[in-house]
């Protein structure tokens, strides 16, 4: 039985040993400890040279010695020590039966030595144990090779002020802090080198604040009429408060060690209504609720300024009564889109020629407007598709968080040249940092004949206490309708480009922006980069008004325009992937985001 137990004992040992790095090293310490105590340790016996034995052997006298065998774990009590005889010949230690070791009566002696040496196998294991375990974690460790890791770190730092990035930067940083004996000048260099590199960003930035502020300027002065003035205006003001959140984004990174983007990304509840400068949003939590508000609107602002004798309502069903139902009309709609236009003509004229005989003249232009929108809406209504809604905003947030990620990584390219680089924020949440809030208000113009609608938003930007940093309004974008894609995918394309349209500055050139080469971007980067350190220094006002110039005049080749070019580029390069995707997964027969709400 035993044997089998010793045997069960030593395979799981095996099995151990050979399974898990822990314990072999246990086993390896165990060993060392053991070598050390019978080195190290007390005499296995102690011989007594003036008690002997003679005994004849071989036609001669043999000499043997009485001594003590020791017991490791005791070597000076009496108690556990056993006498014996030894044979200096054959060096070979005989013990005693207790009736021989009761006849002998010897005197017990301890061996010589130091009691701690002594009792050495009472403490070895533990000491070696504890030894190897305060090694680790002692800074002589880092002795061992520490000559090669610095010279390494040093080559690292050099490497960074080449590349002059924060990545390459905080890498020396991190490698450096794993050093028991940190080496201090490095990580001070590395330190100082990514605050400057931080400074080199805000004052980009800061110039590209100064150039939205002075075009606005010039473009006041240049005498356009007041509609453009100010729809310049609040395009350029918008574009100068973006740069301001990007620097507050830029100093909670810069605060902290994590890459995370520290803003809080959200997509807000409900579908908005606005007036008609896209202020007081209204919130409305269904798509069919927010064309119901929009008829009575559309009602209430009949009533008040075009007639109170004849309704929409009235308009709406005289036209119906000589046609046919709004449910009918959807119908034919969804089978044949290209009818559509044809019936909001034909609406258009119907409502132009009823109405000539109920209102004067000049009021018939804005009252056919406000009748065209009151039927949309009731077209609309029968449009809703409850399922498709709740499609159409998962598929508008799936990605949101990193399609911000990559609009604002977009501003500072230098990131990513190395090979190796990495972007200055990822998709990670920043728990180090009380970020921003960046919501979307959802604004529906029209709706697709499969139920889900074509959207503008409200882009809002707040701090950490509520304050506004950056708000930005745009109508509806257009995805492409000539070619089959998921339907599914409509919101995360439309998200793509509202955010690709958030950021268009009056100043970037029109039509499809070009890509522009990563040399080409190296170059950019230095002019624009000396252009803010004049305009830091307060001596850079001719350049400024001279980059703006070369925009305004149309150059193609004005840092300005390049600049701006190349972040659309990169957004238009996101939603290129996107609406790959899209057509990929509608051929396949799949759709991006199965399920119902």
């Not at 002065?221 to 350029?236: E, K, S």
């Not at 604002?408 to 990131?415: I, L, N, Q």
């Not at 339907?487 to 690709?500: H, N, P, S, T, V």
């Not at 008004?545 to 005049?553: P, S, T």
């Given at each position: 039985?035993?044997?089998?137990?010793?045997?069960?004992?030593?395979?799981?040992?095996?099995?151990?040993?050979?399974?898990?790095?822990?314990?072999?090293?246990?086993?390896?310490?165990?060993?060392?400890?053991?070598?050390?105590?019978?080195?190290?340790?007390?005499?296995?016996?102690?011989?007594?040279?003036?008690?002997?034995?003679?005994?004849?052997?071989?036609?001669?006298?043999?000499?043997?010695?009485?001594?003590?065998?020791?017991?490791?774990?005791?070597?000076?009590?009496?108690?556990?020590?056993?006498?014996?005889?030894?044979?200096?010949?054959?060096?070979?230690?005989?013990?005693?039966?207790?009736?021989?070791?009761?006849?002998?009566?010897?005197?017990?002696?301890?061996?010589?030595?130091?009691?701690?040496?002594?009792?050495?196998?009472?403490?070895?294991?533990?000491?070696?144990?504890?030894?190897?375990?305060?090694?680790?974690?002692?800074?002589?460790?880092?002795?061992?090779?520490?000559?090669?890791?610095?010279?390494?770190?040093?080559?690292?730092?050099?490497?960074?002020?080449?590349?002059?990035?924060?990545?390459?930067?905080?890498?020396?940083?991190?490698?450096?802090?794993?050093?028991?004996?940190?080496?201090?000048?490095?990580?001070?260099?590395?330190?100082?080198?990514?605050?400057?590199?931080?400074?080199?960003?805000?004052?980009?930035?800061?110039?590209?604040?100064?150039?939205?502020?002075?075009?606005?300027?010039?473009?006041?002065t240049n005498g356009q009429?007041?509609?453009?003035?100010?729809?310049?205006?609040?395009?350029?003001?918008?574009?100068?408060?973006?740069?301001?959140?990007?620097?507050?984004?830029?100093?909670?990174?810069?605060?902290?060690?994590?890459?995370?983007?520290?803003?809080?990304?959200?997509?807000?509840?409900?579908?908005?209504?606005?007036?008609?400068?896209?202020?007081?949003?209204?919130?409305?939590?269904?798509?069919?609720?927010?064309?119901?508000?929009?008829?009575?609107?559309?009602?209430?602002?009949?009533?008040?300024?075009?007639?109170?004798?004849?309704?929409?309502?009235?308009?709406?069903?005289?036209?119906?009564?000589?046609?046919?139902?709004?449910?009918?009309?959807?119908?034919?709609?969804?089978?044949?889109?290209?009818?559509?236009?044809?019936?909001?003509?034909?609406?258009?004229?119907?409502?132009?020629?009823?109405?000539?005989?109920?209102?004067?003249?000049?009021?018939?232009?804005?009252?056919?407007?406000?009748?065209?929108?009151?039927?949309?809406?009731?077209?609309?209504?029968?449009?809703?598709?409850?399922?498709?809604?709740?499609?159409?905003?998962?598929?508008?947030?799936?990605?949101l968080r990193d399609d911000?990620?990559?609009?604002?990584?977009?501003?500072?390219?230098?990131?990513?040249?190395?090979?190796?680089?990495?972007?200055?924020?990822?998709?990670?949440?920043?728990?180090?940092?009380?970020?921003?809030?960046?919501?979307?208000?959802?604004?529906?113009?029209?709706?697709?004949?499969?139920?889900?609608?074509?959207?503008?938003?409200?882009?809002?930007?707040?701090?950490?206490?509520?304050?506004?940093?950056?708000?930005?309004?745009?109508?509806?974008?257009?995805?492409?309708?000539?070619?089959?894609?998921?339907?599914?995918?409509?919101?995360?394309?439309?998200?793509?480009?509202?955010?690709?349209?958030?950021?268009?500055?009056?100043?970037?050139?029109?039509?499809?922006?070009?890509?522009?080469?990563?040399?080409?971007?190296?170059?950019?980067?230095?002019?624009?980069n000396d252009a803010a350190?004049?305009?830091?220094?307060?001596?850079?006002?001719?350049?400024?008004?001279?980059?703006?110039?070369?925009?305004?005049?149309?150059?193609?080749?004005?840092?300005?325009?390049?600049?701006?070019?190349?972040?659309?580029?990169?957004?238009?390069?996101?939603?290129?992937?996107?609406?790959?995707?899209?057509?990929?997964?509608?051929?396949?027969?799949?759709?991006?985001?199965?399920?119902?709400?």
């Amino acid at each position: 039985m035993w044997l089998w137990i010793a045997l069960g004992t030593l395979l799981v040992a095996v099995v151990l040993f050979f399974k898990f790095q822990g314990f072999r090293r246990f086993v390896f310490l165990s060993v060392l400890a053991a070598l050390l105590g019978i080195v190290l340790g007390p005499p296995t016996y102690v011989v007594l040279q003036e008690h002997t034995a003679r005994t004849a052997a071989d036609n001669r006298e043999h000499v043997h010695y009485f001594g003590w065998q020791i017991n490791p774990l005791s070597p000076t009590s009496a108690k556990h020590a056993r006498v014996g005889i030894y044979d200096p010949e054959n060096k070979v230690f005989r013990r005693l039966d207790q009736a021989q070791a009761a006849q002998v009566a010897l005197p017990f002696v301890p061996p010589p030595g130091n009691s701690i040496w002594l009792h050495l196998w009472l403490w070895i294991f533990p000491v070696v144990y504890l030894g190897y375990w305060l090694l680790k974690r002692a800074p002589i460790v880092n002795l061992f090779g520490v000559a090669t890791r610095r010279k390494e770190l040093r080559e690292a730092l050099e490497l960074a002020e080449a590349e002059n990035t924060v990545w390459a930067f905080e890498n020396v940083i991190k490698r450096g802090n794993q050093f028991r004996l940190k080496p201090k000048k490095t990580i001070l260099a590395a330190e100082e080198g990514r605050r400057q590199v931080f400074a080199k960003y805000h004052r980009r930035l800061q110039l590209l604040e100064k150039a939205s502020a002075t075009a606005a300027q010039l473009i006041t002065t240049n005498g356009q009429d007041q509609v453009q003035q100010q729809g310049h205006n609040r395009a350029l003001a918008a574009n100068r408060d973006f740069y301001r959140m990007l620097r507050e984004l830029l100093n909670l990174r810069a605060a902290s060690t994590q890459s995370g983007l520290p803003m809080d990304v959200s997509l807000a509840e409900g579908w908005y209504t606005t007036d008609t400068t896209f202020n007081n949003p209204t919130s409305h939590g269904s798509l069919s609720a927010h064309a119901h508000a929009s008829a009575e609107e559309a009602a209430a602002y009949w009533h008040k300024s075009i007639s109170d004798t004849v309704t929409l309502e009235q308009v709406y069903q005289a036209f119906t009564d000589q046609t046919e139902s709004m449910a009918a009309m959807a119908e034919r709609f969804k089978a044949d889109n290209a009818q559509t236009a044809k019936v909001v003509a034909q609406y258009r004229e119907f409502v132009t020629n009823y109405l000539r005989s109920q209102l004067p003249e000049a009021n018939v232009g804005s009252a056919v407007y406000l009748a065209t929108q009151h039927f949309n809406q009731k077209l609309f209504l029968q449009l809703a598709s409850p399922t498709r809604e709740g499609a159409y905003r998962r598929s508008f947030t799936k990605h949101l968080r990193d399609d911000v990620v990559h609009l604002v990584t977009s501003f500072f390219p230098e990131e990513t040249y190395s090979d190796h680089g990495c972007e200055l924020f990822d998709g990670s949440t920043n728990s180090s940092a009380a970020g921003l809030k960046f919501s979307i208000m959802l604004i529906p113009f029209s709706r697709r004949y499969s139920g889900e609608p074509t959207v503008g938003a409200q882009m809002v930007a707040t701090d950490q206490y509520g304050t506004l940093l950056w708000e930005r309004r745009l109508g509806s974008v257009s995805v492409p309708v000539d070619k089959k894609i998921s339907g599914d995918a409509f919101g995360r394309l439309e998200a793509a480009l509202l955010l690709k349209n958030s950021i268009q500055s009056p100043l970037s050139p029109s039509g499809k922006p070009q890509q522009v080469s990563a040399a080409q971007k190296r170059r950019l980067m230095d002019e624009l980069n000396d252009a803010a350190k004049e305009v830091a220094k307060g001596t850079g006002e001719d350049i400024v008004l001279e980059l703006i110039n070369e925009a305004l005049a149309g150059n193609a080749g004005s840092a300005l325009q390049q600049y701006t070019g190349a972040i659309e580029a990169d957004m238009d390069a996101l939603y290129e992937l996107a609406f790959e995707a899209a057509t990929d997964m509608m051929l396949a027969g799949l759709s991006f985001l199965a399920g119902d709400d």
